[in-house]
């Protein structure tokens, strides 16, 4: 597998995503939803805030800050943050299914976000997902994205939402 050419630098904004092989669902449950979330806090949190996130039955879409700690999170520590996720993930799914192999097409997308117009529509493509999908009709209506926190109707106990502002905090 060839070496992730992306760094991930402390304060930076970046779009992390994955899909199914073939496409096929990843979540096929409540529950699913609910085990990848705490993952994401078990394993991401402690390396990256969670600016929004939207779960889909056959791909993900989390939009992370890496946090500037008194140490300093290296790229490695959020790629290795990352693998422990999907693959803790992959096992418990395959266990409880009784399948076998990858669940994920690959490693984990990232991509750096430059600047904020870019951030900010990639806040509404990420909760906008659902509805291009034909899932709902309104995006707060599905129930596995970070929508409710912005809107200021749910506060997700799992997963906590630090919500954009712009690239500087602001």
Not at 115 to 121: E, K, N, R, V
């Amino acid at each position: 597998m060839p070496r992730r050419y992306l760094t991930f630098c402390p304060g930076e904004y970046y779009h992390f995503y994955n899909r199914g092989v073939n496409r096929e669902l990843i979540y096929f449950d409540d529950d699913n939803y609910a085990h990848f979330l705490w993952n994401i806090q078990r394993y991401l949190v402690p390396v990256a805030n969670i600016g929004a996130y939207c779960l889909m039955p056959n791909h993900y879409h989390l939009l992370v800050v890496v946090k500037e700690t008194s140490e300093v999170v290296t790229t490695s520590e959020v790629s290795k943050a990352m693998m422990k996720l999907s693959v803790s993930y992959t096992k418990a799914v395959n266990h409880r299914y009784n399948r076998v192999g990858p669940l994920f097409q690959g490693a984990f997308q990232a991509k750096h976000i430059e600047s904020t117009a870019y951030l900010w529509q990639l806040a509404g493509y990420i909760h906008l997902n659902p509805v291009e999908a034909g899932l709902v009709r309104l995006p707060e209506d599905w129930n596995f994205s970070s929508c409710r926190a912005y809107l200021g109707s749910e506060v997700h106990q799992l997963l906590p939402i630090e919500p954009v502002i712009d690239l500087r905090g602001r």
